[in-house]
């Protein structure tokens, strides 16, 4: 299975554009790279996700290289509400049902 | 409101003894799954079941079961053969999809058990 490499802990200034890294250098061609994240005793919210091209929504932007091997999560205007645990996910699909591979996650601390 | 339902949300058990957790989807989702989340780790995949009455094992499926007679439901039992059961458990479903496009994972809220 494809993993994924975060750092484990980021700060940010609230307002600010929080940038998370990750790195998937393993990637296959047909894995979907996505984004989740989790708040303490909740379960892992949905927040973006891309095959190839960059992709934005109304929680987030999703820069992916070209070569795929890493991408960056980008908050635009972060809150003290987007602290939490974000998690990079490579999702594989194995005999027709997906699988997705959860690293660490990076915990991103949004300060007032 | 659609969505994922896991009951309870917090569980003790007994050792020994053999505990369900519930889940049900009224997203009218063909897969679902089981994850598990120690304190400060990423999840891990107990079982997973793309259609009803067929699932398969995940990274971590020894001491536990699941059984798949409905579409919406998809129960949990950590057995009394698990070593370690205390745990954050995340119910999630998707739709059933084959080398397509990006189809979302949803999680239910989870379920705290601990063994006592």
């Known amino acids: 299975d494809a993993k994924t490499t975060q750092p484990p802990s980021m700060d940010c200034a609230e307002g600010r554009a929080a940038n998370l890294p990750c790195n998937h250098s393993?990637?296959?061609?047909?894995?979907?790279v996505y984004w989740y994240r989790q708040i303490h005793s909740q379960g892992p919210q949905y927040i973006i996700h891309?095959?190839?091209n960059n992709e934005t929504n109304e929680m987030a932007s999703l820069i992916i290289t070209e070569d795929r091997k890493s991408s960056t999560l980008i908050l635009p205007h972060a809150t003290l509400r987007d602290t939490a645990v974000y998690y990079c996910?490579?999702?594989?699909?194995?005999?027709?049902?997906?699988?997705?591979?959860f690293g660490q996650g990076t915990r991103l601390t949004i300060n007032p | 409101d659609g969505g994922i339902t896991q009951s309870p949300k917090y569980l003790f058990r007994k050792e020994g003894q053999n505990v369900t957790l519930s889940c049900e989807q009224n997203?009218?989702?063909?897969?679902m799954y089981w994850y598990r989340q120690d304190p400060g780790q990423g999840l891990r995949l107990i079982y997973y079941?793309?259609?009803?009455?067929?699932?398969q094992k995940g990274d971590i499926a020894e001491g536990y079961s699941v059984s798949r007679e409905k579409k919406e439901s998809f129960p949990l039992t950590v057995t009394s053969a698990q070593k370690n059961p205390t745990a954050f458990y995340l119910c999630a479903s998707s739709m059933r999809t084959v080398w397509s496009s990006g189809n979302t994972i949803y999680f239910g809220e989870g379920s705290w058990l601990t063994v006592v």
């Open positions: 079941s793309q259609i009803v009455n067929d699932f």
């Open positions: 996910i490579v999702r594989v699909v194995i005999q027709g049902a997906q699988k997705l591979v």
């Open positions: 891309g095959l190839k």
């Open positions: 393993t990637i296959s061609g047909n894995e979907y």
């Open positions: 997203l009218n989702h063909d897969a």
